[in-house]
C-alpha cells in the first residue's frame, strides 16, 4: 500500500486523545503542526499568511505548555489555568486564533470530500466565509481573498496528498471530522466560560 500525507505526519486528528479533563494538549498542538505543513502542498505563497499565523498561535500554546506543564495537560486546563493566574492571556488568545484557522481548514478539506466536483478555490472561499472572515477586519480580508484564488485545482491537490486517491480520500475524511470535533469541543468550553471575553 502506498504512503500519503498523513502517513507522514506525527500525528493524525483521530490519535488526538481526549479525556474527563479535556483535549490532550502536546498531543492537539502535534497534530496541528502537521496540518499547517499541509498548506504547503498548496503551492502558493498566498497561503503564507495562513501558516504563519497558526504556527505563531501553536508556539504561544506551546511556550504556556512548557512553562506551566502540570496545570497544561489539556487545553481547557491551560485555559482555566491561564486566565486565573495571568492578567495578559497570551495562549488563550493564541488557541482561540488557532481554533478558528483549524475550523476553516476542516470546513474546507470536509467540503472538498464530500463535493468530488467542487474545486478548491469554492470549498476554501466557503469555509473562509463561514469560519474566519466574521472575524477579520477590512485589512485582512483582501489577503485571505487573495490565498483562496491561489488554491491549485483539485486534481493537482490530491495528487500530492498520495497516489493511492481511496486511501486519501478516507484519511482525508476522518481527519476532518476529527479535527471539527475537537474544534466544536474546545470552542464550546471557550463559550460556556466565557473565555475569550476581551480578547
Known sequence: MSSTYFDQLQRQWPEVNINERGVMTNEFLEAAEGLVKLFDLLGSAAFSVVQKDMT????????????HPAQSE??????????ATEKKRTATEGLLWLLR?????????RRSVQNATEELVDSFTKAYEA?????????????????MKATPYRKDFYAKLGSDQAKVKEQLDKNSQALEGIVTQVQTFYAQGNYAKGL
Do not use: D, Y
Open 74 to 83: 489539556t487545553l481547557e486546563e491551560l485555559v482555566k489555568n491561564e486566565c
Open 131 to 147: 469560519t474566519l472572515r466574521p472575524f477579520h477586519g477590512m485589512l485582512v480580508r483582501p489577503l485571505f481573498s487573495l490565498a
Open 101 to 109: 484557522g483549524l475550523q476553516f481548514t476542516a470546513v474546507a478539506l
Open 56 to 67: 505563531g498561535n501553536i508556539a504561544k500554546v506551546r511556550n504556556r505548555l512548557l512553562s
